[in-house]
Structures are given as structure tokens and as C-alpha cells.
């Protein structure tokens, strides 16, 4: 079911609040001083029921100048506008100033009121309906049907009742499957209840008990009950204006510009990238670091702008630009924004988000320009490669590029599907790299390792451990094992147990190291057959100490960080003691020593390597197999 939502636009005092009781038969002036000055100050809020038994939520805006963030707040998220031209009074600058900024909120449909039908002749009212056809020229209501009604007589109000009943069958179906985001435009205590705020929800759908999180403040909180219209629910949906009772937050800690939204669906920024457009009927123009008002949703900012491809932006011209932020916001790329002038307060422009989470640029910058191109045209899977291609320092799981773009998790996986299977990106355990960061990473490996083999040429690899340490260190162990397989697969290493080395390495041995390994091996098997050596005493300068390397793991084996045996033989003294414990279940280390006929020192320095293997467990002065 579609849930629309109409908004009024116009001057003070052209008659929007009036208009609206005339639809509704409820008033929307409901602070003391709207009804002691007859005009609109905050936002009003009201909905009724249109003959194709849609319910259509109503916003009423504030018109006066004073008032503008306030009406700014409240065209968030409308359907349909109602724009309130006075017969009596015709165009006039908020009129103007209104009809710019529901174009940079991309309003796409609305009906142009002509109200207080009843105070002028025809002659007059045709003088304004010719302004106002020539002051929306070329805007999205150029071709917008002009209606005369009278509000307080009801004159033409059942025509405009059928009229937005007519457009809101072409309204399009608000997107329900992204993470629940509402823009909060008001804060406040029932008492009995605690904390209840309202919105019109723009995506996704929220019910009772749901976890949802305050942006940018991080406030966890629990949906208590919603009401749409003033009647209980369990779920809202994507359109619906809401009021919505949270738990666990107090009514001090929020204000108006506050995001209510899905855990992990946003990220805060203090900066922003956007495609800038200003008004032509202006004679403002923008150039760098010029302070300016930045409305988003229903927030205010104070910014600074950094236009990135032109010196001066003109009235009625265009540019990229980059917003740097006073305050830290949540967005959604291709959100719409509005820009007013800081002082004195003036709408001179607006535009779209492309980039939520930009890095500080450089301006006149070709690479930078071209990526917002690209982000421009909203194809998601072009946008990724840009945002992962500009974060090579970074790796990406998938929640931080569903917080990036803030589209939902099929959405994305598809996307990044695309992107892998085209060779764009490269997937190490569901951590996502642009593929030139896999390049570079792969660089790094290669250039480590060339100089691990310079440097000790007889090892046959560098521990993985170390190597991760070296390239990566940022990556879990089963994120490196899952690289290096990768990298085995296209032929650029090897591995070898725990070891890595270069596809196209290996060890070769030249005469004289040859023959200092013949040397160790005969120190190592005679006269005593379970001989240990310690280390020190083999190596005898740098050439024994590297053979004696290579030697380990191969034909030696080293039992801790002194001693080392010949591998043959420790694999039969391994073996040997295994099947005593399976006939015997236990050995002391004075029947070990006995067994052997070798020292003591030796058979413990034997058993304690066993223990550590986990061949043998040692239970007071006895040792059984670690296995039964």
C-alpha cells in the first residue's frame, strides 16, 4: 500500500494552515503564539482520507523568512505539494524562495492553490495565474494544474481533494527493503511513556522492539510503540509519518536533525561530496571556503565549500564540490540538499550527495573529478569500485560498505559479485579489496620475500607468521592462509607447511656447503646413536650456521633453542616410545634412561620435546601418550 504524504508551500499568510483545516477540519497552529499571531511557526502535522480510501499524512510549513529551517524540516520526505499563492497578493519572495528549495529536495509532483479565490475579480486572479506560469518555468511545476479554492466558504476544496487523489495513484513506492531511516523533526515527553519522537519514515520499516541506533550520537534504543495518525501499530512503513516511543533515551539527549535508523546502516562524516547547483535568481556566488548553511533531512550545519572544478560558482551554474562540516553528519548517497547563504539568511543553492565519507581533496584534481562523475550516475556497482579503489590504506567487510552506501545487504552482494567476477575486486574471507590493492599487496609479498631468499639462501621459506607481520599485519591468521592460497594458485609462491617461499626458489647447495653438511650429519650419528649436538658447538663460523639451518626440518631435527638430533633417528626414538606406552601405559625418566643407555640430561631434553609435541604428557615424574 502506498502512503503519501502532502506537504504545503508558500508566503505568510497566503492561507497554507487554512487551507489545511479545510481538507482536514483539524488545525494545525497548535503553540499559543501561532494562534495569537495567526502564523505558522513550527511544523504542523495532520493527515485524512482521500476517496481512493488512501490516508494521506499532511505537513503544514512555516512561510515566514524567520521560520525557513523550520519549513525545511518539514519538506522532508513529501509526496505531493500543495503551493499556496494568495489571489489577493500573487507571487511574493518566500513563494519564490519555497519553489527553490522543494526543487533541490527533488519534489517531483504538486498542485499549485490559488487561495482567497473569493477577494479578487477575475481580471486579477489572471494577472497572478500569469505570473506564476512564468516565475515556475522550468521547474517541476511548469505544467502543475492551477486550482481556485476558497477555504473558508470550502469553494473548490472537493476539486482539489479529487485532484490529489489523481496524482497520488502515480506516486512511486517508497523503498522498503533498505534499513529503516527517519529524519526526527520533533522531540518530546508523554508523560506515563517517557520519550517519543516523530518523522516521516524514509526507507525500510521499523516495529515494536526493534533495536535502532541515534545518529551520529550512537544512542541505543528499543522501539516501545509506534502510532501512524494517531492510531497504534505494530509496523510502520517506508513513507508513513510516525510517532514512535523509545526506550532508554532521554528527551535532553535528542533534538530535531537527529537520525533514528538500523544498527550499522550509517555512517558520520565531517565531510561531504556533492553535485552543487545554485539559483538564478540570485546574484550570490559561491567561491572557496565561503560559510554557508547546510540542510539535510531535518538538520542545520554550519559548512565550509571547496568548489573542486571551478574558481567562482555563478548563479544558475553548476560545479563538484566538497562540504567541509562544522559538526558531524549521517547520509545517504544521491540525498538531497539545500544550501542558504550564512548571512544574511538566503536559499542560493543546493544539490546531491555523492560521496558520504570522502578523504579531503585537492581541488582541480582530474582523477577526483571524474570519480564524482561516475558516482553521479548512482549505478552501485560503479560507485564500490570507485569508494574501494580510493581506499587502498583500508580493507572493507561488508557492513562497512552497507554503512558507506546504505543500501541493503542483497543489494550489495550483487553488486560486489558483479565486480569480482569482471576482476574489479578481489575477495580474501569476506574482506573486499579494490584489485589494485590486491596488486599492491601482492607487490609486497613478492619484493619481502625476494629479499628473505637474498638474505638466507639456504632456508626453504619464510615462517607465514613472520611474513604476515612484515606485508599485513592487520590480517588474521586465516585471512593470510586464504591470500597465500590465492597466491599459490596464480604461481607467484610456494608453500610448504608453515613455510612460504617464491614459486620459482629453490635451495641448491654448492660444493662446500655439501660437504659441511656431510661433516654435521657424522656428527650427528656417531659414536652414540642417540647423540644430541648443541648448536653452538656445530656451528663453528656463519657457514656451518647457515647449512645447519637448512638442515632443519629436513635432515635434522631440533629439539629446543640448544639441541638438535638427527631426524632419522628421532623419528625411530619417537616411534620406539610410543609403543612402549601402548604396552606399558606410562614411563618414568629413569626407565627412559635405562631404555636409551644415554644421560639424563639427554632423555629429558627428549621427553620435554615429545611433551611439547604432544606426544607424550607428563603427570608428576611420569609420562603417558598425550592420545590414549
Given at each position: ?26 488545525d494545525t497552529d497548535t503553540l499559543e503564539e501561532e494562534k495569537k499571531r495567526g502564523i505558522s511557526i513550527n511544523l504542523g502535522f495532520t493527515y485524512f482520507d482521500l476517496p481512493n480510501s488512501k490516508r494521506a499524512g499532511i505537513v503544514d510549513v512555516p512561510g515566514h523568512e524567520k521560520f525557513i529551517k523550520n519549513m525545511l524540516a518539514g519538506a522532508s520526505g513529501i509526496d505531493i505539494v500543495l503551493f499556496v499563492v494568495a489571489s489577493d497578493e500573487g507571487v511574493m519572495p518566500q513563494t519564490i524562495e519555497h519553489l527553490d528549495i522543494l526543487s533541490f529536495l527533488n519534489i517531483k509532483k504538486g498542485i499549485i492553490v490559488l487561495t482567497k479565490s473569493d477577494t479578487v475579480d477575475d481580471e486579477f486572479k489572471q494577472l497572478v495565474k500569469d505570473d506564476i506560469r512564468e516565475k515556475t518555468k522550468g521547474t517541476f511545476l511548469e505544467n502543475a494544474d492551477i ?482
Amino acid at each position: 500500500m502506498k502512503n503519501i504524504i502532502i506537504g504545503t508551500a508558500g508566503h505568510i499568510d497566503h492561507g497554507k494552515t487554512t487551507l489545511i483545516k479545510a481538507l482536514t477540519g483539524r488545525d494545525t497552529d497548535t503553540l499559543e503564539e501561532e494562534k495569537k499571531r495567526g502564523i505558522s511557526i513550527n511544523l504542523g502535522f495532520t493527515y485524512f482520507d482521500l476517496p481512493n480510501s488512501k490516508r494521506a499524512g499532511i505537513v503544514d510549513v512555516p512561510g515566514h523568512e524567520k521560520f525557513i529551517k523550520n519549513m525545511l524540516a518539514g519538506a522532508s520526505g513529501i509526496d505531493i505539494v500543495l503551493f499556496v499563492v494568495a489571489s489577493d497578493e500573487g507571487v511574493m519572495p518566500q513563494t519564490i524562495e519555497h519553489l527553490d528549495i522543494l526543487s533541490f529536495l527533488n519534489i517531483k509532483k504538486g498542485i499549485i492553490v490559488l487561495t482567497k479565490s473569493d477577494t479578487v475579480d477575475d481580471e486579477f486572479k489572471q494577472l497572478v495565474k500569469d505570473d506564476i506560469r512564468e516565475k515556475t518555468k522550468g521547474t517541476f511545476l511548469e505544467n502543475a494544474d492551477i486550482l481556485e479554492v476558497d477555504s473558508i466558504s470550502k469553494k473548490g476544496i472537493n476539486e482539489l481533494i479529487k485532484k490529489i487523489d489523481i496524482i497520488s495513484n502515480d506516486i512511486d513506492e517508497k523503498n522498503g527493503n533498505s534499513p529503516a531511516r527517519l529524519n526526527i523533526d520533533r522531540v518530546f515527553s508523554v508523560k506515563g511513556f517517557g520519550t517519543v519522537v516523530t518523522g516521516t519514515l524514509m526507507e525500510g520499516k521499523i516495529s515494536v522492539d526493534d533495536d535502532l541506533i541515534v545518529y551520529p550520537k550512537m544512542l541505543q534504543t528499543k522501539i516501545r510503540s509506534i502510532q501512524v495518525h494517531g492510531e497504534n501499530v505494530k509496523t510502520a512503513y517506508a513513507g508513513q509519518r510516525t510517532a514512535i516511543n523509545i526506550s532508554n533515551i532521554k528527551v535532553e539527549e535528542l533534538k530535531r536533525g537527529d537520525v533514528l535508523a538500523s544498527p550499522n546502516s550509517l555512517e558520520d562524516s565531517m565531510m561531504l561530496d556533492i553535485k552543487l547547483s545554485l539559483v538564478k535568481h540570485s546574484n550570490k556566488s559561491i567561491k572557496h571556503w565561503d560559510r554557508l548553511r547546510l540542510y539535510h533531512g531535518t538538520r542545520e550545519i554550519l559548512c565550509r565549500v571547496v568548489p573542486l572544478d571551478k574558481d567562482i560558482v555563478k548563479p544558475g551554474e553548476s560545479c563538484y564540490a566538497q562540504l567541509r562540516l562544522e559538526e558531524s553528519i549521517v547520509s545517504k548517497k544521491l540525498d538531497n540538499i539545500v544550501l542558504r547563504n550564512y548571512s544574511p539568511l538566503e536559499t542560493i543553492g543546493g544539490g546531491i550527495i555523492l560521496d558520504t565519507k570522502p578523504k579531503k581533496h585537492k581541488r582541480f584534481d582530474e582523477s577526483i573529478i571524474n570519480s564524482l562523475k561516475i558516482k553521479e550516475k548512482g549505478e552501485i556497482k560503479d560507485i564500490l569500485e570507485v569508494y574501494l579503489k580510493n581506499n587502498l590504506k583500508s580493507y572493507h567487510t561488508l557492513k562497512d560498505i552497507m554503512s558507506y552506501s546504505g543500501e541493503n545487504e542483497s543489494i550489495i552482494k550483487n553488486a560486489i559479485d558483479e565486480l569480482i567476477n569482471a576482476n574489479k575486486v578481489v575477495n580474501i574471507s569476506n574482506i573486499y579489496m579494490h584489485i589494485n590493492q590486491y596488486k599492491n599487496l601482492k607487490e609486497s609479498i613478492v619484493q619481502c620475500l625476494n629479499d628473505y631468499h637474498k638474505k638466507y639462501r639456504l632456508r626453504s621459506g619464510m615462517l607465514k607468521e613472520e611474513l604476515k607481520s612484515k606485508v599485513e599485519s592487520r590480517f588474521k591468521t586465516k585471512e593470510m592462509d586464504i591470500l597465500l592460497e590465492k597466491l599459490q594458485l596464480e604461481n607467484i609462491i610456494k608453500l610448504d607447511g608453515n613455510l612460504v617461499s617464491k614459486y620459482d626458489f629453490d635451495v641448491k647447495l654448492n660444493d662446500k656447503q655439501r660437504e659441511i653438511k656431510t661433516i654435521i650429519q657424522k656428527q650427528l650419528k656417531a659414536p652414540n646413536t642417540y647423540t644430541l649436538l648443541n648448536i653452538n658447538d656445530i656451528c663453528i663460523n656463519n657457514y656451518y650456521e647457515e647449512v645447519l639451518e637448512y638442515m632443519i626440518g629436513k635432515d635434522i631435527e631440533k629439539l629446543d633453542d640448544a639441541y638438535v638430533m638427527d631426524k632419522e633417528i628421532y623419528e625411530n626414538t619417537k616411534n620406539n616410545l610410543i609403543e612402549y606406552l601402548k604396552e606399558n601405559n606410562e614411563i618414568t625418566l629413569g626407565q627412559y634412561r635405562d631404555i636409551l643407555n644415554s644421560s639424563r640430561k639427554n632423555c629429558m631434553i627428549l621427553l620435554e620435546n615429545f611433551d611439547r609435541n604432544k606426544i607424550t604428557k607428563r603427570d608428576d615424574n611420569k609420562r603417558t601418550l598425550y592420545n590414549k
